[in-house]
């Protein structure tokens, strides 16, 4: 008996020394398996946010926000492969900062378009001149991208398999739609070179070298798939939008709202039937037939089968243009957020048996590299947020202030 009261004893011990107490009113995203974004503030003042890494330390304090400028020159805080860009609430500097170097990266600038494949593009106004251009992860410029690119970028794409979509001015034609007055987009490498020069009416970035875009036919918006010499070679038959390519299959759906998938060649694999369907991740796919959800692969096989719950939970929703966010997190967690009522409300965490995994009084959000933020109750009444594990323990509580 006393063999095992010692044991428990341990256990809960260790289980308390892992939940490391961190200086700050919350807990805001799981950035990856190594950092978290933490804030001060709360819903009646602006929160300060800043990033610990997974021993605890603080890398960035609680210091940066974004602006709520013109649409132009407004600021979002956002973390792109581990490069976090904000506002410093004690300069007003905009900053760049590489978190995985702990380095600040020193350009001033006015906008931007976040890191991918190593590439960010920013703008800054300088001498009444509008200077656009590239930068790699460690703070080397690449290239200047062309002098008539828009200096506004909120219609611009990151870079994908070597090519990023941009828009830039051009000549003004009072006969154009107001669509075509102003602006046009193009398709540039990463030399800046101009690569795609081809009129469409809306433009995706480019995933299994196709890149979804969208033309105008008799005034319907229809929607095709070009290449990367931007030849059109899935035709503009879809009413709905398809979404962009993953696992070579793009999901689309029929006038009925009835999903099915194609091929990187246009040619139908799996029959439109389902009443709801993710993206295809690692050759898995979410998707619902009748009252049924399912697991099924890229031959349409069933893979799992729940039977209990109702609908994906409200706030869960993917909204990415791969349509994968949801399908990941189960692949890679095997956890995930559900309603046992077609509202969507009602928030449970299951496994994959469907059972209920943490505490009931648990509000978790989506698992991220097996991490999750969570909100609850604590012994004061006091709502607050923790990150947790796949196993559910806490491993980082906010260090309690008697103030």
Not at 72 to 86: A, P, R
Not at 215 to 241: A, L, M, P, Q, R
Not at 352 to 365: P, Y
Request: glycine share 6%; aromatic share 14%; proline share 1%.
């Amino acid at each position: 008996m006393r063999k095992i009261t010692l044991l428990l004893a341990i256990l809960n011990f260790n289980l308390i020394s892992a939940q490391t107490p961190i200086t700050c009113d919350g807990f805001s995203e799981i950035i990856d398996s190594k950092y978290f974004l933490t804030y001060i503030g709360n819903n009646h003042q602006a929160k300060k946010y800043g990033i610990i890494d997974i021993e605890g330390n603080q890398i960035i304090e609680n210091k940066l926000i974004s602006n709520t400028g013109s649409s132009y020159f407004k600021i979002k805080l956002s973390i792109s492969q581990n490069v976090i860009f904000g506002i410093d609430s004690n300069t007003k500097k905009k900053i760049i900062y590489n978190i995985e170097t702990q380095n600040s990266i020193d350009y001033e600038y006015d906008n931007y378009v976040g890191f991918n494949e190593n590439i960010a593009i920013l703008w800054k106004v300088k001498n009444n001149e509008n200077l656009i251009f590239a930068i790699d992860r460690q703070g080397n410029k690449l290239f200047d991208l062309p002098k008539n690119t828009s200096n506004d970028l909120r219609d611009f794409g990151k870079f994908n398999e070597g090519l990023a979509r941009i828009q830039i001015n051009k000549k003004y034609n009072p006969n154009a739609s107001v669509f075509q007055k102003l602006k046009k987009t193009v398709y540039i490498d990463t030399l800046g070179e101009i690569k795609i020069d081809k009129q469409f009416k809306y433009y995706g970035d480019f995933y299994n070298n196709r890149a979804r875009v969208c033309k105008e036919i008799d005034g319907v918006e229809k929607w095709g798939f070009i290449n990367k010499k931007g030849e059109v070679i899935i035709d503009f038959i879809f009413s709905e939008i398809p979404t962009e390519f993953n696992n070579n299959l793009s999901r689309v759906k029929t006038k009925d709202k009835l999903y099915g998938y194609i091929d990187i060649n246009g040619i139908v694999v799996i029959k439109p039937k389902y009443i709801f369907a993710s993206g295809f991740y690692n050759d898995n796919a979410l998707v619902k037939k009748d009252k049924t959800w399912l697991i099924i692969n890229s031959k349409d096989e069933i893979l799992h089968e729940f039977k209990k719950f109702a609908t994906i939970a409200i706030g869960f929703l993917d909204h990415s243009s791969k349509q994968i966010e949801i399908i990941k997190t189960i692949v890679e967690n095997q956890i995930f957020n559900v309603s046992f009522d077609l509202l969507g409300w009602g928030t449970k965490t299951i496994n994959m048996d469907e059972k209920e995994t943490f505490n009931k009084d648990w509000k978790v959000g989506r698992f991220k590299e097996g991490y999750s933020v969570i909100g609850y109750f604590n012994e004061k009444k006091k709502f607050v947020s923790a990150i947790i594990n796949k196993k559910g323990d806490l491993i980082f509580v906010v260090k309690e202030n008697q103030f």
